[in-house]
């Protein structure tokens, strides 16, 4: 299957040396990994929020398009290692460097290694819309309000 291309422009010259350029891990991954683009080793305290270069700078340019920063699994479940506002937006219009910001949950120091994978970018669709304003909805929904666990475990 042929991908859709989006614009890539490296800003670190480690990118594509030292450090791979993003990239589907496997034919059925749904996003690709991007690795701290670092020449040392970076210690993230417990309850610390670093930002993380990438290297990179993407050029979308169709707003029907944006990238999602996820954190991994894997740093999270094992070392608390996440996202610092949870996921990162990456608009179509956004040209300078994807940076990420990475926030140690843990309850130990974890040290980000030069070319490590620490998030992953996935590309989605955009629905564009405006917000019309009205007094009632012009249909009521069987949830209605109902909010916040109202439905109850199951």
Do not use: W
């Not at 042929?2 to 059925?28: A, C, F, V, W």
């Not at 460097?97 to 070319?115: A, D, L, M």
């Not at 819309?129 to 109902?146: A, D, I």
Request: one cysteine or more.
């Amino acid at each position: 299957m042929k991908h859709r291309e989006i614009e890539t422009r490296i800003i670190n010259p480690l990118i594509g040396t030292s450090i791979p350029l993003p990239r589907y891990e496997t034919d059925g991954s749904a996003a690709m990994d991007i690795r701290a683009c670092l020449e040392q080793p970076l210690l993230v305290k417990p309850a610390e929020t670093v930002v993380v270069p990438s290297g990179i700078a993407i050029n979308i340019n169709d707003p029907s398009l944006v990238a999602i920063l996820a954190p991994r699994s894997g740093l999270g479940i094992r070392h608390g290692i996440v996202l610092a506002n949870t996921i990162g937006v990456i608009d179509s219009d956004y040209q300078g460097e994807i940076k990420i910001g990475i926030r140690n949950q843990g309850s130990e120091p974890y040290s980000i290694q030069p070319g490590e994978r620490i998030c992953q970018m996935l590309f989605m669709p955009v629905a564009q819309t405006s917000l019309l304003v009205v007094n009632e909805f012009s249909k009521e929904s069987k949830r209605g309000e109902g909010g916040f666990g109202h439905t109850g475990r199951h």
